[in-house]
């Protein structure tokens, strides 16, 4: 019988170990007091998993991240963590930072800082049960929507915070999201971040766990920015080399308003970043920066999804992935402007340095225009370090390695440079460097 | 110093052979010329010298102070004081041009069992030499080269040589694309590291540079080869015959 037959006959009936994980974890879940509207999300959404399952090749967005072969086993949910043990494992907190920190999934409001004045946090947790307050949080965009990771998530969101700052607040300390991972258990985060009219803010994420563990992490932030208001963001993934990380920034702008956006992917045996950005007013401005950092057998996707609903948008993407051993960088970035988003102005880089034969960089950069005056490009290339630009560093006494590490730190710069924390910018050279570091070790071994 | 014995070179993936049977030697305090026509093999042997990995050896051998060069990469090299002063030197986006001058002083200190240079004392050594080539801050703080203009590229590279004081200064091509005054700035600082015990190998295609940076030795490359050694009247003879004999003689 040919193959095509088979599948037509039986669309499918086998299911991947991680799958079989997750609809187990669906039906030993422990009890839970959700609204009802909060319940008709979750049933619709694993009634979508249980048809569709992991998303695969044949699914276009996950063309090249094909989650059914990725993504081996998805590790139980841990229960919480006495304090003591969560307080260890999460350190000391960085100065200038107010932190919110989850330990294996779960918020530790004693772990928390103070809150800056005209700052308020709720835990998702406590809001499950009532509903109304997030209800307005979780009008995802279609894309979000449809996403799968994202449905995943929200079958399966069991903590997460609700961050507001009021209209005109400028945030002086930074606002940490901290994830700590202690061993192999997944962690389903849902975050909501609204920042009203005027405000400022500077908030960090920060993903990390044991080298080995197995963790398992797929977190969504909802981020609404309001009129004239600013956000700067930037994430460090810096978990095991066995984890799996999946995130989703849902992104929407409102009129001048501002998001300049940092992602450091570091870690994760199999992660995927995804960026859904939406314009709403005009006259918002959104700029998102990546570094990629890949070795070994890693894989690493990052999405993109630009939407300029509105005209006069401003948007700046810069991808940059570094790619070692055989490992796999996908970037898939899309700019959508439709028919009334006159004077849009978008630019889209991606940029892959393959340091071996067997590294692997797929580009697929996108362009939707509807509208007739705009300016919009983008540009991917992917390619091995510059063997000029080596021969002339070592001609003047710099050994090949540290060579190597000069020219990749450069190629990285214009992605991270632009930081405007110093602080912040100064921890992810330092992740960049240690990077650096193992890999110039592992290569004099 | 250097002593270049019967080398035969050529391009890794292809057969012709570019040198072929080069012979030179070099003492220190000796500034030797190297001119030839187009395509007669010079950048080649500076390459060589300098450790480029583009170039396969076939034959013969090159030793520095009697230390057999070829066995060394390209960065040991230096670190024993060779230097080239590239014809056409590289722009590097993203590695400003001070943190480079340090990399590379320290990396070759490291390399002969010195300390790493205090910053203090790496700053006003910078300035001091920078000062000399009108080489100002903004050049210093920019990426290696990059938008500097064909004259500022040069005068970076003998800031390079000025900071590194190298044992052994190959210049490839120092004059192409230099304007007099340029031309003036570079020379002058050429002169002003020539000393007992450093050698220069200044590889030209014209006598002009010459006035400026007065040759000990003048040797005439032809098809991979010396084909005429003589003192700094060579290169006049060459300036006003031109290497019509030479390409003729080897054709």
Redesign the interface.
Known sequence: MPESAVMTAEPRILRTQAEKDLLDLWRRKPERADSAAIATLRDAAIARFDKAGLPHRRVEEYKYTDLRALLKTVPPLAGRADVEAARAAAGPAAEGEVRLVFVDGHFEPALSGALPKGVTVESLANLLPHGHTLGDRLGLSATAMQDPLVGLNTAFMRDGVVIRVAARTKVAERIAIEHVATGAHAAFLRHAVAVEDLAEVTIVERYRGPADAASHVNEVVELTIGDGATVHWVKLQTEGLAAAHFSTLVVDLSEKAELDHFALGAGAAVARAQVFARFSGEHATLSTRAATLLEGRRHADATLVVDHAVPHGTSRELYRAVIDGEAKSVFQGKIVVRQHAQKTDGKMASNAVLLTDAAEAMNKPELEIFADDVVCGHGATAGEL????K??????????A??ET??I???L??AVDTIADEALRDQVTAEIEAWLERRAAAKAA | MLEVKNLHVKIADEDREILRGLDLVVKPGEVHAIMGPNGSGKSTLSYVLAGKPDYEVTDGEVTLDGADLLAMEADERAARGVFLAFQYPVEIPGVANMTFLKAALNAQRKARGEGEILTPDFMRLVRSEAGKLAINQDMLKRPVNVGFSGGEKKRNEILQMAVLQPKLCILDETDSGLDIDALKIVSEGVNALRSPDRAFVVITHYQRLLDHIRPDFVHVLSKGRIVRSGGPELALELEAKGYADYVGEAA
Request: proline letters at 4%; charged letters at 25%; aromatic letters at 14%.
């Open positions: 510059d063997e000029r630009l021969f002339y560093l070592m001609s003047r006494g710099i050994p090949a540290e060579a000069l020219l730190m450069a190629f710069g214009e």
